[in-house]
């Protein structure tokens, strides 16, 4: 990701804790004025909220940290860690919270005092516009990191949320107040469903997920382009941070050549692939072509082989 994008996803980010303080105090003033359970469950989502941008803005803050002697591929995946941390709070915190406050009254079917329904429409159409600000400035964003998808995700749980809220209300307005406990659980059970989906996701890119066939065959195909290089084979990768691929790849070049014209080569390729800002680690290890009858020289551990 580019230092523009990277600062661009750092403000969104701020801008994300400001509004969610506000909205968070919106909320709960709407809430004691009006006795709507979903306004509460949405403060208790919106605080939620507060904590885990923070949370994130800081992992984005360390991921840009350079590589060092205790992290050799730098901090890229602080903000997938960053984001497990956030879907595990979207599951524990929020929607069990929600669902505790929220089956009982359900269940029960008691009679809850309302009023004041229209300050509670108000503060939720104005949550909703507000939460739409760092919405739009992140769909925008062609590429994101982890912490920004993280916080792209949540703002779409909060409109979803909110929505959910609004059409309770109305509801309570209609004369149903069943409807209220039964947004609170449809905010719930949003929240649960994509913070598995983040949970899965990020999980995979911490175990060391693969950039994919096309991209590893694009690889291949700019180091075969490199002058000398007669082949490439065994071609992994992986994501070691949000847009950062680390890539290791073996090329053959010709029997017999000099040790110095052979690093050449291999350097050449690093060179090429670096360029072209397909990795932020390239090891590329060169060994002699296959001789005739034979097998190749230079396979993974044996002699022959030079790692650039």
Same mark, same amino acid.
């Given at each position: 990701m580019s230092s523009n994008g990277e600062t661009r996803e750092t403000r969104t980010l701020q801008l994300a804790v400001v509004l969610y303080a506000v909205v968070f105090i919106l909320k709960v003033a709407a809430f004691l004025t009006t006795g709507v359970l979903a306004l509460l469950a949405e403060a208790f989502h919106t605080l939620s909220d507060v904590f885990i941008s923070g949370f994130l803005l800081v !992992? +984005? !803050? @360390? =991921? %840009?940290?350079? !590589?060092d002697a205790q992290h050799m591929f730098?901090?890229? %995946? !602080?903000?997938? @860690? +960053? +984001?497990l941390v956030a879907a595990t709070l979207f599951i524990s915190f929020? =929607?069990?919270r929600l669902y505790e406050e929220a089956i009982p009254r359900l269940i029960s079917r008691e009679e809850t005092p309302y009023q004041n329904l229209p300050v509670a429409l108000g @503060?939720? #159409? @104005?949550s909703m516009v507000i939460a739409a600000t760092p919405l739009l400035r992140l769909l925008r964003q062609r590429t994101r990191g982890a912490a920004a998808k993280a916080q792209l995700l949540e703002l779409v749980n909060d409109e979803l949320g909110l929505l959910a809220a609004l059409a309770g209300t109305l509801f309570i307005l209609w004369g149903e107040p069943i409807a209220d /406990?039964? +947004?609170t659980i449809i905010v719930a059970t949003i929240i649960a469903f994509n913070a598995l989906g983040l949970l899965r996701e990020n999980a995979s890119f911490l175990l060391g997920r693969s950039p994919g066939p096309e991209f590893l065959a694009s690889v291949a195909a700019k180091a075969r382009a490199v002058p000398g290089v007669l082949a490439v084979h065994e071609v992994r990768g992986e994501y070691i941070g949000p847009e950062m691929v680390r890539i290791d790849l073996h090329i053959l070049v010709r029997r017999g050549l000099p040790i110095e014209e052979a690093h050449r080569i291999g350097a050449a390729v690093q060179a090429s692939l670096r360029e072209a800002d #397909?990795?932020?680690y390239c090891t590329v290890h060169v060994d002699p072509?296959? /001789?005739p009858g034979g097998t190749p020289g230079g396979g993974e551990g044996q002699a022959g082989q030079i790692v650039v």
């Open positions: !992992a +984005a !803050a @360390v =991921s %840009r940290k350079e !590589a730098g901090h890229g %995946r !602080a903000q997938n @860690v +960053a +984001a929020t =929607s069990f @503060v939720i #159409v @104005v /406990p039964l +947004a #397909v990795c932020r072509e296959e /001789p």
